[in-house]
């Protein structure tokens, strides 16, 4: 049976029982849970510190009316975090490559902040649409630009993150798909296209690591608007 390259972006299954949840589940086993002590060991005072150093990156573009939301945004941000990185191991499936899936995240939590600023400032959230001084001839187009560049942010998160993570796991598989064909042949080139693989594996961990934030940051910001 041939496969294709999208085929790892395929749910997996076992006995014909989806295993995403499971995928998704999984990262939670490697956060600290807690205890009677707030510190056991060094690599949970390690995990600690940097949910720490996430949530004040986090909280920066927000106010005290924001920090309401710390909880939300930094377990969203580990776990698209460790979600990510976990999808580079070998035979390992990658659930944020899943359109829908991230969808589902950006969509409700957008929709909140949407729905936070109409509650408590309308009149501010509104005139978001509309910015100062705009000539009269141009309010009606504006007004439908600004309602569209609205509606469209949640489908943004989610294409950005998809298409990040699809794309670099892509470049993986064919490189080390180039990597082993010219073993036998050319020794040399698979040699070069090895390190290039190398270097391609270092730069998706860190557009793993920058895609969770930028995600999580954008919806700070979104919040920030509406606060």
Same mark, same amino acid.
């Given at each position: 049976m041939s496969l294709s390259f999208f085929d790892q972006f395929s749910s997996p299954s076992l006995l014909g029982i989806p295993l995403i949840l499971i995928a998704m589940v999984f990262p939670a086993l490697l956060l600290p849970s807690p205890g009677n002590r707030w510190i056991n060991n060094r690599l949970s005072t390690l995990q600690l510190w940097f949910i720490n150093l996430i949530t004040k990156q986090l909280m920066i573009p927000l106010d005290k009316k924001g920090h309401k939301w710390a909880l939300i945004l930094t377990s969203l941000?580990? &776990?698209?975090?460790?979600? =990510? +990185? +976990?999808? %580079? %191991?070998?035979?390992? &499936?990658?659930?944020?490559? !899943? $359109?829908?899936? =991230?969808?589902?995240?950006? &969509?409700? +939590?957008?929709?909140?902040?949407? $729905?936070?600023? $109409?509650? =408590? !400032?309308?009149?501010?959230? $509104?005139?978001?649409? %509309?910015p100062e001084g705009t000539p009269t001839l141009l309010i009606p187009a504006l007004i439908l630009i600004e309602t569209t560049s609205l509606l469209i942010r949640p489908l943004a998160l989610g294409v950005r993150l998809t298409a990040n993570l699809t794309a670099g796991h892509l470049l993986i598989q064919l490189i080390s798909t180039a990597t082993t064909t010219l073993m036998t042949t050319m020794p040399v080139v698979s040699l070069l296209t090895l390190a290039v693989l190398l270097l391609l594996t270092i730069l998706e961990v860190a557009v793993a690591m920058i895609q969770a934030y930028v995600f999580v940051l954008l919806l700070s910001l979104y919040l920030q608007e509406n606060i």
């Open positions: 941000m580990m &776990f698209l975090l460790l979600t =990510n +990185l +976990l999808g %580079l %191991l070998p035979y390992t &499936f990658t659930p944020t490559t !899943q $359109l829908s899936m =991230n969808l589902a995240l950006a &969509f409700p +939590l957008w929709l909140a902040t949407l $729905l936070t600023g $109409l509650r =408590n !400032q309308p009149s501010v959230s $509104l005139g978001h649409l %509309l």
